[in-house]
């Protein structure tokens, strides 16, 4: 019989004066259990309901206060629970965000906004809850930005395919040849066809740089139905596309100013000064968290910036590198029962963590690094997609290490990392094994 002796931390933490708010959009269901104040081992629990406006939610906060409530937890409902979490915060009580999956009501019972609040605070009282990653102030404005640039880019380019598809129904077919319809020359192009130009060839005689090459396709291409309601309706989606891009380069700009004034994303120089344009010399002993995040492969200024903003640069927050890709949802549960052992699934998780994370992957997955050849390694026995996950959370766990040591510098352990460290007679060993499976007979004679 195999037993099994483990170091369980015991998260239980039992607290005497606790509240909790079941959040919806106009109201908050708040219970509160505190001891009795005559009958030693005996819990006093009310339970009222407030409105979700600014005002209301200050009286709470100072009832709460005076109350001594030692914590208060707020189910992740939608947006709601932000002006409850937000206010009681500042108000000075530590407040818990916690996951509305984690705090369901045992099944079977009745089911009312007062029932769940009173669960709430048993659960918050006996500590078996956990809370959710709120990052401070300063992160939060930046994932405002950051989430919302990310947005408009994708609305940019789903007015770029309106435009395409617009083409499409006139006969121009400038896709076919140009890899990138808004680029230089399909910009041109496109202009001179609102404007009037309907000759092919001196639409053609548009293209700038590597599309002049293909003078005689973009001939063929350009020859359509293009009238003029094509024109009014093409100028509207640019005019859209250009008022878009002018707000992205807007929020990018913001988003600089914004990640200079935290002191932590700050460099330091080699004199010991410090600031936001500081740690940006070669012999620098910190460099900014922008900078050291861009030495990665695949991550670049932009990347680093929505990975700052979704994580924040406290690592206090997760314990491990591996805390922080189970929180990502970058590494698969267990699922064991019996003999059975199978692969769980790695969950949704942040969306715009995990976006930035897929290209990021993406993108060092095609490098002559470690990173490329790791990815090389995996596509061979789980596929590209399981591949580009494994390497997703082998690119946190690097992020992680950067930004909990700031003196830390990324090093690339080079394509040939796993080859030196197997060793020249297991990579002999290996070889020999492939060849011979594939009915071939092997004899090695050492080169002269």
């Given at each position: 019989m195999d037993v099994w002796q483990l170091d369980v931390e015991d998260e239980q933490e039992v607290l005497a004066r606790v509240a909790a708010i079941d959040v919806a959009k106009a109201t908050g269901m708040?219970?509160?259990?505190?001891?009795?104040?005559?009958?030693?081992?005996?819990?006093?629990?009310?339970?009222?309901?407030?409105?979700?406006?600014?005002?209301?939610?200050?009286?709470?906060?100072?009832?709460?206060?005076c109350a001594g409530i030692e914590r208060v937890v707020v189910e992740s409902t939608s947006d709601y629970w932000r002006p409850f979490f937000y206010l009681i915060e500042a108000r000075g009580v530590r407040v818990w965000l916690v996951n509305a999956r984690d705090v369901k009501n045992v099944p079977g019972r009745p089911k009312t906004d007062k029932l769940d609040a009173i669960w709430l605070a048993k659960l918050n009282e006996r500590g078996m809850l956990r809370p959710s990653f709120v990052p401070p102030a300063p992160i939060r404005q930046l994932r405002d930005y950051t989430r919302l640039r990310l947005d408009l880019t994708t609305e940019r380019s789903r007015h770029a395919q309106r435009l395409e598809k617009l083409l499409e129904d006139a006969l121009i077919k400038i896709s076919t040849v140009a890899t990138d319809i808004m680029g230089v020359s399909g910009r041109a192009m496109i202009e001179a066809l609102i404007a009037g130009q309907r000759d092919p060839h001196a639409l053609a005689d548009l293209a700038k740089?590597?599309?002049?090459?293909?003078?005689?396709?973009?001939?063929?291409?350009?020859?359509?139905?293009?009238?003029?309601?094509?024109?009014?309706?093409?100028?509207?989606?640019?005019?859209?596309?250009?008022?878009?891009?002018?707000?992205?380069?807007?929020?990018?700009?913001?988003?600089?100013?914004?990640?200079?004034?935290?002191?932590?994303?700050?460099?330091?120089?080699?004199?010991?000064?410090?600031?936001?344009?500081?740690?940006?010399?070669?012999?620098?002993?910190?460099?900014?968290?922008?900078?050291?995040?861009?030495?990665?492969?695949g991550i670049g200024a932009r990347a680093a910036q929505i990975i700052i903003a979704e994580i924040g640069l406290d690592m206090n927050q997760f314990p491990t590198a591996g805390h922080l890709a189970s929180w990502a949802k970058l590494c698969p549960r267990a699922n064991q029962s019996g003999a059975k052992n199978r692969s769980g699934a790695t969950g949704k998780g942040n969306r715009y963590l995990k976006g930035v994370l897929g290209e990021v992957a993406a993108a060092a997955a095609k490098t002559n690094t470690f990173l490329g050849h790791r990815y090389r390694r995996l596509v061979k026995r789980c596929g590209k997609l399981k591949a580009l996950v494994a390497l997703a959370r082998s690119i946190l766990v690097i992020i992680w290490h950067l930004l909990s040591d700031p003196a830390s510098r990324f090093h690339d352990l080079g394509p040939d990392f796993y080859d030196n460290r197997l060793g020249p007679e297991r990579t002999r060993r290996n070889h020999i094994r492939q060849l011979e499976a594939l009915g071939y007979k092997v004899t090695l004679e050492p080169a002269a």
């Amino acid at each position: 019989m195999d037993v099994w002796q483990l170091d369980v931390e015991d998260e239980q933490e039992v607290l005497a004066r606790v509240a909790a708010i079941d959040v919806a959009k106009a109201t908050g269901m708040v219970c509160t259990r505190v001891p009795h104040e005559n009958t030693p081992g005996r819990r006093v629990t009310k339970v009222w309901q407030v409105s979700a406006t600014t005002n209301a939610i200050m009286e709470l906060a100072d009832h709460l206060v005076c109350a001594g409530i030692e914590r208060v937890v707020v189910e992740s409902t939608s947006d709601y629970w932000r002006p409850f979490f937000y206010l009681i915060e500042a108000r000075g009580v530590r407040v818990w965000l916690v996951n509305a999956r984690d705090v369901k009501n045992v099944p079977g019972r009745p089911k009312t906004d007062k029932l769940d609040a009173i669960w709430l605070a048993k659960l918050n009282e006996r500590g078996m809850l956990r809370p959710s990653f709120v990052p401070p102030a300063p992160i939060r404005q930046l994932r405002d930005y950051t989430r919302l640039r990310l947005d408009l880019t994708t609305e940019r380019s789903r007015h770029a395919q309106r435009l395409e598809k617009l083409l499409e129904d006139a006969l121009i077919k400038i896709s076919t040849v140009a890899t990138d319809i808004m680029g230089v020359s399909g910009r041109a192009m496109i202009e001179a066809l609102i404007a009037g130009q309907r000759d092919p060839h001196a639409l053609a005689d548009l293209a700038k740089g590597r599309m002049r090459v293909k003078h005689d396709a973009l001939v063929q291409a350009l020859t359509g139905q293009f009238d003029d309601h094509h024109g009014e309706l093409a100028q509207i989606l640019l005019d859209q596309v250009d008022a878009l891009s002018a707000q992205i380069e807007r929020l990018t700009a913001r988003i600089d100013q914004l990640i200079a004034a935290i002191p932590a994303a700050q460099g330091v120089d080699a004199d010991g000064t410090t600031g936001p344009h500081a740690g940006t010399g070669p012999d620098a002993p910190v460099l900014s968290a922008i900078a050291r995040l861009d030495e990665v492969p695949g991550i670049g200024a932009r990347a680093a910036q929505i990975i700052i903003a979704e994580i924040g640069l406290d690592m206090n927050q997760f314990p491990t590198a591996g805390h922080l890709a189970s929180w990502a949802k970058l590494c698969p549960r267990a699922n064991q029962s019996g003999a059975k052992n199978r692969s769980g699934a790695t969950g949704k998780g942040n969306r715009y963590l995990k976006g930035v994370l897929g290209e990021v992957a993406a993108a060092a997955a095609k490098t002559n690094t470690f990173l490329g050849h790791r990815y090389r390694r995996l596509v061979k026995r789980c596929g590209k997609l399981k591949a580009l996950v494994a390497l997703a959370r082998s690119i946190l766990v690097i992020i992680w290490h950067l930004l909990s040591d700031p003196a830390s510098r990324f090093h690339d352990l080079g394509p040939d990392f796993y080859d030196n460290r197997l060793g020249p007679e297991r990579t002999r060993r290996n070889h020999i094994r492939q060849l011979e499976a594939l009915g071939y007979k092997v004899t090695l004679e050492p080169a002269a």
